[in-house]
């Protein structure tokens, strides 16, 4: 069943939309999409550590995802700067970095369409274990902190006063974020990783009145537009990342129908 | 020790200071089981800071916090909730414990906000929005309450109100209350023990009834006289500009 590789990447999809819906939510209410862009920019040197040293590429992204979020943590404490400054910083030279060391890397023939934008073809059955074993083992964690990230994310200071552990739970938080890009890297691509969390949930928000809803519209959102996505991405070739945004971003845009009727309503 | 005495929290001479200044220094008090303790003080002596830090939310303080329970419930002074998180406010109630639809019902309900169970947060009013936040932090069953400026935003008679709920609900679960009011010379009747702070204790004190004065009890009527009070400050000593005290 898994020969056909559209069969895979369909597969792989529904594995990345189910731990892109929750993860999304708490990316766009703490605020985070520059921060996951950021950490999704540096997975492109993760790529190329991996195929330099012929490592895990997962593995790989994983680390180096960490490693930059605690780089932004530290250069936080120290230096003056904005935060959204220092998210650029690191988001543009470390994908910079790893352009410059793929171009050392003549001896190796990269794919570079295919890790900035995601490839169809790329899913192997290897991938779609990783994807399905870590997507299960983030949705687990998330499950486990949700009441002190949750709590935290509407009010920091409540949440520690009342006894929960808010900086254990958000720095959890940044490793799930880190695993989910590492995972879904080949189908989605470094470019455009962060809309799959963001795109689909932003729809959700567009029709929701309580955070579990939100969640599940936000799942449902990702389903669809990779099923769209992939389908067309199949009829027309063109490559799967931008396929699958592009359709989230019509149900995007479908949702705003909602909230107009709604805000017609409140008149 | 501290259960013998009763005491929940107690701070031993703490301070804290952000940025190369103290906003707060040479702070002891105690709250005991069953007991009111209101903290009043003009903007920026440091009331919210003394109550974060008995709450544990700092971490480099001077000083030393004993806290003996860890069940609190906490009314911060301001809190905002981002529009792109859509929550109501039976969701807002589960926010830090896991109750059920009864217990949710009992708070809201003692508050006087069940009506808006379903409703949005993001479209409440002030008034409504404190009560809820109340309701939140009574609703698990706290040893500690820490109010913050809790009737701010809320009408006069709705301050009545709410200051008798106060005084109920700390009867009920005999629970110890650190309460801050943004008022500098009324207090509500029911505290056992006023803190007066400056960036250091000013003073402290019991409160004075207010019902004897007939002054106030024309302005605001019988009820109001009753559950306020008045604190008479009995300072020893001048400020200088910045708070600090001045050296003769």
Redesign the interface.
């Known amino acids: 069943m898994f020969d056909d590789f559209f069969i895979r990447a369909l597969v792989a999809g529904i594995g990345i939309a189910f731990v892109a819906g929750p993860l999304g939510c708490f990316v766009v209410w703490r605020r985070l999409s520059y921060f996951g862009d950021t950490l999704a920019h540096s997975a492109l040197l993760g790529v190329t550590i991996a195929y330099s040293l012929e490592f895990n590429i997962a593995v790989s992204i994983f680390l180096i995802s960490s490693a930059i979020a605690l780089i932004l943590i530290q250069l936080q404490k120290k230096t003056n700067l904005p935060s959204d400054a220092l998210l650029g910083l690191l988001a543009h030279s470390s994908l910079a970095v790893g352009l410059v060391v793929i171009g050392f890397l003549t001896f190796i023939r990269f794919d570079i369409m295919g890790l900035l934008f995601g490839d169809i073809l790329a899913v192997n059955k290897k991938d779609l274990l990783t994807i399905w074993v870590g997507g299960a083992l983030i949705l687990l964690v998330l499950r486990l902190i949700w009441k002190p990230l949750f709590a935290s994310t509407v009010n920091y200071e409540l949440a520690q006063a009342e006894g929960l552990n808010p900086d254990r739970a958000k720095a959890i938080f940044t490793i799930l974020l880190a695993a989910i890009i590492a995972i879904s890297i080949k189908l989605v691509g470094v470019l455009l990783i962060t809309g799959m969390l963001i795109i689909p949930t932003a729809m959700a928000r567009n029709l929701s009145d309580n955070p579990q809803k939100m969640v599940i519209f936000a799942i449902i959102g990702g389903l669809l537009s990779v099923f769209i996505g992939l389908f067309s991405s199949l009829e027309f070739n063109t490559p799967s990342g931008p396929s699958i945004i592009a359709a989230a971003l019509v149900l995007f845009i479908f949702s705003l129908l909602k909230v107009k009727q709604t805000i017609q309503l409140k008149n | 020790m501290s259960i013998e005495n009763n005491i929940l929290v107690k701070l031993n001479n703490v301070g804290f200071q952000q940025n190369q200044k103290w906003l707060v220094q040479g702070v002891s008090l105690q709250v005991e089981k069953g007991k009111i303790v209101t903290l009043i003080g003009p903007n920026g002596s440091g009331k919210s800071t003394t109550a974060?830090i008995a709450?544990?939310?700092f971490k480099n303080i001077e000083g030393k916090v004993e806290k003996f329970t860890?069940?609190?419930?906490?009314v911060?002074q301001k809190?905002s909730?981002?529009w792109?998180?859509?929550?109501?406010v039976r969701?807002?109630m589960l926010?830090?414990?896991n109750l059920t639809e009864d217990v949710i019902d009992e708070a809201l309900s003692l508050t006087g906000v069940i009506n808006l169970k379903d409703k949005?947060l993001g479209n409440l009013s002030g008034g409504e929005f404190q009560r809820v936040l109340l309701a939140r932090a009574i609703s698990?069953k706290p040893e500690l309450l820490?109010l913050d400026e809790p009737v701010q935003g809320v009408d006069f008679t709705g301050e009545i109100a709410l200051y008798e709920l106060i005084k109920e609900i700390s009867e009920k679960l005999n629970c110890g209350i650190l309460l801050i009011s943004h008022d500098l010379h009324t207090v509500m009747s029911a505290t056992d023990h006023v803190v007066c702070l400056n960036g250091h204790v000013c003073c402290s004190g019991s409160p004075k009834e207010v019902a004897k004065n007939s002054e106030y009890k024309a302005l605001f009527g019988e009820q109001a006289a009753q559950t306020l009070s008045i604190y008479e400050h009995k300072h020893d000593h001048v400020h200088t500009d910045d708070g600090d005290i001045k050296k003769n």
């Open positions: 974060k709450l544990g939310l860890n069940n609190i419930g906490y911060p809190i909730i981002d792109t998180l859509p929550l109501r969701d807002f926010l830090t414990d949005s698990k820490v």
